[in-house]
């Protein structure tokens, strides 16, 4: 795969790192955005989604041939912006579609809160809405302080992406991130965009798998109240990751018709 070096990153400290990604297609960017455990894990259907645009991939710092970390910052999710943000200046993109899957998601989200100059929609998987994630602390904790107890085909994916010693710090930091997360939320209620997440004003596609083991009572319908005007795209069969799912092809589906729906709609707006 190709890297680029960045000069700094705020997930590195401000460190120089340097980003590996995919790269591949040609038309409009879109960017995908992996979950916590890394690209590899869930993969997408880059075929369908390249057909007509230009698909980027990059592993954020701390995962698969990216630079290193020795642990996540409190507001990791943000310095991913960042950091994304300064990936597509140096790949010389200035605008794309932003496609990310639950803490891609929440990267994705805040780009379109915060740059939504950069962003010319958003596409939301297993969004993450509550800091505090009580039905997933155990879950999170497992993966804080005792990754190896993951199956072996997971521990085989993992370890071919981020590196065979490398892989449990991966996961360590983001069990541990998502535990301080709730560590440091004033209630329940506390969410992850100081209750902005209403100002994405982009076309927006949600999707969202009816039996997500990541997902809050109340949660799916929270993040709905505040982005009334968001497509949603469920399946009530899917877990935490519905592209990666049986319900895959029908994701892959709804995102090629999302994303043909937004060129269509540019093309009768004219030049």
């Known amino acids: 795969m190709p890297s680029q070096v960045l000069g700094s990153s705020p997930l590195a400290g401000g460190k120089s790192v340097t980003i590996s990604y995919r790269r591949e297609g040609k038309g ?4 995908f955005l992996h979950g916590g455990w890394g690209y590899d894990i869930y993969p997408i259907d880059t075929a ?9 991939v990059p592993s954020r710092s701390g995962y ?9 910052p409190p507001d990791f999710h943000y310095c991913g ?3 994304t ?8 993109i200035e605008r794309a579609l932003w496609w990310g899957h639950s803490d891609g998601a929440v990267i994705a989200a805040m780009a379109a809160i915060h740059a939504p100059q950069r962003v010319d929609a958003v596409i939301l998987e297993a969004l993450h809405y509550f800091a505090a994630k009580p039905r997933s602390r155990s879950f999170f904790q497992r993966m804080a302080f005792e990754p190896e107890t993951f199956s072996e085909e997971i521990r085989k994916t993992l370890a071919a992406e981020h590196g065979t010693e490398r892989w449990v710090d991966t996961v360590r930091h983001d069990g541990q991130a998502w535990l301080d997360l709730a560590h ?10 100081a209750g902005r997440l209403h100002e994405i004003s982009r076309p927006t596609l949600v999707i969202h798998g009816g039996c997500d083991p990541r997902t809050e009572p109340g949660e799916l319908e929270t993040i709905l109240e505040a982005l009334p005007d968001a497509q949603l795209s469920f399946y009530p069969d899917a877990g935490h990751c519905p592209h990666a799912e049986s319900s895959g092809e029908a994701v892959t589906g709804a995102v090629v018709e999302f994303l043909g729906s937004l060129a269509a709609t540019r093309g009768s707006q004219g030049p």
């Not at 369908?48 to 980027?56: D, E, K, M």
């Open 28 to 31: 409009p960017a879109l960017v």
């Open 48 to 56: 369908a989604l390249s057909a007509a645009h230009t698909l980027v």
């Open 64 to 72: 698969g041939r990216s630079s290193s970390l020795d642990l996540f």
């Open 81 to 83: 912006v960042i950091e």
């Open 85 to 92: 943000l300064a990936v597509l200046d140096a790949l010389r």
């Open 184 to 193: 440091g939320a004033a209630t329940t209620e506390t969410d992850l965009y």
